[in-house]
């Protein structure tokens, strides 16, 4: 059996990664897979104050700690367990808590600038690029952001505006074409959910 196969899951804020990684979780063994959100690798801001902390363009590739983030899927890969960084989108910060994650055959790493750093793409075995439409992807955006992480609508919409979608277009959507496979319409794309599936299930079995 192989070890330690990266899945990376990328696309645009709301694309509907989430939806594809949890139909890939439900339909293989609980105890053959890890998820890893890249999320979880913002970069710690203790030295600054909150005032200065929401400032940060959350949507830039300097924003995540790139190089801690490839460490742990080095170490993964390896067979080593990882102290996951957890992150509060609340404070803008890390908490001083970690998570331990296991070693598993699969892992899934979940998020929008995957394939932007050259280094973390080739730690990436299978890429799959998520794409959906600029107007879906605001619309769950915004229920993410309010309902989850306690924003209100003027300041999802001024964030969309200012970064999330100059970000898009910079260093997400350009970067698609590395990707092995590409599922338009997101999680809402039945067929292509399975066939990833069918290969990930292919993997484990090799």
Not at 4 to 20: A, D, F, M, P, Q
Not at 49 to 69: C, G, Q, S, V
Not at 97 to 103: A, N, R, T
Not at 126 to 140: E, N, P, Q
Request: glycine share 6%.
């Amino acid at each position: 059996m192989k070890k330690g196969v990266i899945i990376g899951l990328t696309g645009g804020s709301g694309s509907g990664k989430s939806t594809i990684s949890n139909a890939i979780i439900n339909a293989l063994p609980e105890e053959s897979i890890a998820v890893i959100e890249q999320d979880s690798y913002y970069r710690a801001q203790d030295d600054l104050d909150f005032n200065e902390r929401i400032k940060t363009n959350y949507d830039h590739p300097l924003a995540f700690d790139m190089e801690l983030l490839k460490e742990h899927l080095s170490l993964l890969k390896n067979g080593e367990t990882i102290n996951k960084p957890i992150y509060n989108f609340e404070i803008h910060n890390r908490m001083k808590e970690v998570s331990v994650l296991e070693p598993k055959d699969i892992i899934i790493l979940e998020g929008i600038m995957l394939f932007e750093d050259i280094e973390l793409r080739d730690l990436i075995d299978i890429k799959i690029y998520v794409d959906t439409d600029a107007d879906i992807r605001i619309l769950r955006r915004i229920q993410r952001d309010i309902n989850e992480r306690g924003r209100t609508l003027d300041s999802v919409i001024n964030q969309y505006l200012k970064t999330v979608r100059p970000a898009h277009e910079q260093f997400i959507e350009p970067f698609k074409r590395y990707a092995d496979i590409i599922v338009p319409e997101g999680g809402h794309n039945k067929v292509a959910i399975d066939m990833v599936v069918t290969k990930i299930l292919s993997v484990l079995r090799g």
